[in-house]
């Protein structure tokens, strides 16, 4: 297939495409472990993300960013939707099949500390997964696991030495040369930066960039710090409670957030300047349990634009602006907000007809 074809196919040389993707959790109870609720930790989350990209996912903690992550790596396996992957459907391959295509996707994880056997030393723990996968010959293993060490800059005489030996920052630099030395096409960079100090957080943060311009590899990198997405991202997706609440490139959604989620949550954004007064936007009340989600928008409860409509009808995913996507009734469209309003008064029918039915 010639390369514009291959683009076409896979829709301007779209790496990841996310469709509806949802994760939820049975709770068990009772004797025989009866399923009594679910917790929706993913509930319908859509993206796309390009080839050489990185798309930023952030929101609260619990907002099920990490779950996302781990479930587009089928690390988790999903409730419903579909993961295309360079134009294929990987939730529906074989655990065979998954194997042969595991290399392309890898993982860093947010603990540097947890995440490295304390049993292997450093040189086996980043050749373990090549000699696996049969990456390169024998004969060149050493001089590959090398190259990939010195590339995120480790000196050769690390690889006899074992986790406990390095700081945090070291430790970080294993587990992107872990992930790297697969040759991936895509990183879920979970969490990287966020258990290291901030002058090392910088250092990590230059070498991911550099390893993506040398490798072209493409990024979903999950965090909580905005001022790191920022600078890193192409692109930003927030959640709230398991849903995907606004998407757009990183510049359009930083200099103009439309949902009131993400106006809060970029409100919050430390400025490095005393003189600079910053609007806070203080949310009230607690995250509602992904358990037992709020009806309607999920977020209607700490919103101060929430309307009547709101506490009923889900708000539709749609481009706002060009490539600027947001789930908010504040931007329906008339025939979006005629639906919505439909939804609201089913609704409040139901309810007048359950509290007669009571009395």
């Known amino acids: 297939m010639a390369e514009n074809e291959k683009k076409t196919a896979v829709g301007e040389d779209i790496v990841l495409e996310v469709r509806n993707l949802v994760k939820w959790f049975p709770i068990k109870a009772?004797?025989?472990?009866?399923?009594?609720?679910?917790?929706?930790?993913?509930?319908?989350?859509?993206?796309?993300?390009?080839?050489?990209?990185?798309?930023?996912?952030v929101g609260e903690s619990g907002c099920g960013k990490s779950t996302c992550g781990r479930t587009i790596l089928r690390l988790l396996e999903k409730t419903s939707g579909d993961i295309i992957f360079n134009g294929q459907d990987i939730s529906l391959l074989s655990k065979e099949e998954l194997r042969k295509i595991r290399p392309q996707m890898q993982i860093v994880f947010q603990d540097p500390y947890s995440s490295l056997s304390p049993r292997l030393p450093i040189g086996e723990i980043i050749g373990e997964a090549v000699r696996e996968h049969e990456i390169v010959p024998k004969e060149e293993y050493e001089d590959y696991i090398t190259r990939v060490m010195a590339v995120c800059g480790l000196p050769e005489y690390y690889k006899e030495r074992y986790p406990h030996e390095f700081s945090g920052g070291q430790r970080q630099r294993i587990c992107i040369a872990r992930a790297l030395a697969l040759s991936p096409e895509f990183i879920v960079c979970d969490e990287p930066v966020s258990a290291l100090d901030v002058s090392i957080q910088a250092q990590i943060i230059n070498l991911l960039k550099q390893l993506q311009d040398e490798f072209n590899l493409t990024y979903l990198f999950i965090s909580h710090d905005l001022s790191v997405v920022e600078h890193i991202s192409d692109s930003v997706g927030v959640m709230y409670l398991g849903t995907m609440v606004e998407y757009a490139p990183t510049e359009k959604i930083f200099a103009n957030p439309l949902n009131p989620y993400t106006k809060a949550l970029f409100s919050a954004i430390p400025v490095p300047d005393p003189d600079v007064q910053i609007n806070r936007i203080i949310l009230e009340g607690s995250i509602p349990s992904p358990a037992n989600p709020p009806a309607g928008c999920k977020f209607h409860t700490r919103c101060a634009h929430c309307m009547e409509v709101c506490k009923y009808a889900v708000p539709e995913w749609h481009e706002v602006e060009p490539e600027h996507f947001c789930a908010c009734h504040l931007y329906n469209t008339p025939a979006m907000q005629d639906a919505a309003y439909k939804v609201m008064h089913e609704a409040k029918e139901k309810e007048a007809v359950s509290q007669k039915g009571k009395k």
């Open 30 to 57: 009772g004797f025989i472990k009866r399923t009594v609720g679910n917790v929706r930790a993913v509930d319908g989350v859509s993206f796309k993300i390009r080839r050489g990209e990185t798309m930023g996912l």
